[in-house]
């Protein structure tokens, strides 16, 4: 082998050389490059994940705040139908002992005032036991059947509200004095 010879392989040899390299490098950019992807892709799904359970979390707190707060709503409210119902049943006494002074002079309209009451009763009890939705339906309904009963029994309860204030009041103000002393 001349040195023309050697020459040409070891040219030869490199230019082989460098295209391997060439190749080699240009593998380890794409296996380097679907490693990347690889490692985007799991960072990806942890993440979601991670935002999913987050958000499941926040979702179940939200949840909870709302039913917390449903419940001391509703118990607000069967105290107010409650207090409502009482003083209804309270109004209710009152229009029989009007009903009760008219019995001795006029006994027809203390039969009318007592049916009243009987009336009034009966709404306390769905107020007590019911909706607001049905209250309002039964009165709705009653006002469409008897309009001059139903406006009879709204002036007896003007009377008897009034009645009942004052005499609240009266109390009110006695009991206060009393203490005074």
Known sequence: MNDFDLHTQNDNFSQNQGSNSTRNLKDQVVDAGAE???????ALRASTDVAR??????????????????????DKARE????????VSRLAGNIRDAGRAFESEVPFAAR????????VEDAAEKVRNGTFR?????????????????????????????RFFKAS???TSSSQGGDAS
């Open 53 to 74: 359970d987050k958000f499941r979390e926040a979702a179940d707190a939200a949840k909870d705040v709302v039913a917390g707060a449903s419940d001391r709503f509703q």
């Open 112 to 119: 009318g005032i007592n049916s009243a009451a009987d009336y």
């Open 36 to 42: 990347v992807k690889q490692r985007a892709g799991d």
């Open 134 to 162: 049905d209250l309002v339906n039964g009165a709705t309904d009653f006002a469409k059947r008897q309009p001059a009963a139903f406006l009879g029994l709204s002036v007896l309860a003007g009377f008897a509200a009034v």
């Open 80 to 87: 107010q139908q409650s207090s409502g119902a009482d003083f």
């Open 169 to 171: 009041g009266n109390q």
